[in-house]
């Protein structure tokens, strides 16, 4: 059972696009700079967050990612599912029903007992996951932490953009 | 993020194991047409269970499969991680100190807060299947079960092998 090597990719950039001024952009070049990663593929994962609706994505010379919505509304369980989908690890192919031990349907109406217990284990999981939003992450972290991680992005290619007059 | 397809197979085969007579064995064959299942692949997956101590396997023309410990004694965790291993779904790499935006050693001392998120999901995940063992699941199966199981498992192979007269 293993998490995309992405998940701590995606865990780490939304983290650090938490921290940018209000607007500010940074691309998938600069993001995969600070964090030494592969940029064609960062990109594609960072997609993947700005179709589940935690990152926006603005295009052109100023273009680049930003959250998708407030750090308060943005859980890690999101961005976990985001680039690994939500679906439980465990897989009920109904053996109960095959073989020289088949029970028969009628037997079968309501799910399995050890599927259930296995799909308990995923949501006590998932509601872990979901009790912290990156604001929370970001509170957690040293109060210098958003200055440097400002401080740090400006060294990455063209520095973070800023949200332009609007 | 997926569990061994296996997974289902070892956690029905150790139910059905738990509900024979004491002593009585199954051998892999007889599991693996009892629900339909790979007997090579599936012998593999209990040889596992056997070196976590769930099972204990007898040689022989009488040999094959039991419990290696009373059903109170083990729980879906063990089961599960027999086959698919203890270690946490999510790989940090420490990213964070790597790249422009490298932290320096001395303020990583303490684990990412984002692993340490990720290894409490993880462990909410263990807490969940370690709550029920193999007797829970019994008891929760209708009254008949058990006697169906062995009835059932009678007409398998040479049927479950009694367990001796010692």
Redesign the interface.
Known sequence: ???P?S???V??CA??LAQLEPGATASAAQL??????PAPYLAKQLQALVRAGILSATTGPRGGFRLGRPATEIT?LAI?EAV?GGTS?????E??Q?????LPPE?CRNTC???R??A??????????AE?TLAD?IA???PSAPAR?RA??A??GRGPRSGGGS
Not at 89 to 93: G, S, T
Not at 120 to 129: G, I, N, Q, V, Y
């Open positions: 059972m293993k998490l090597v998940t701590e990719w865990l780490h983290t650090t995969a700079e600070y964090y030494d990663l890690l976990v690994d690890p465990y897989e009920c192919r053996i109960r095959r073989g020289a031990g088949a037997d007992v050890l599927a217990k296995m308990d284990a995923h949501e006590a999981w998932r509601r872990s996951l912290d992450i957690s972290l040293p991680t740090r992005m060294t990455t």
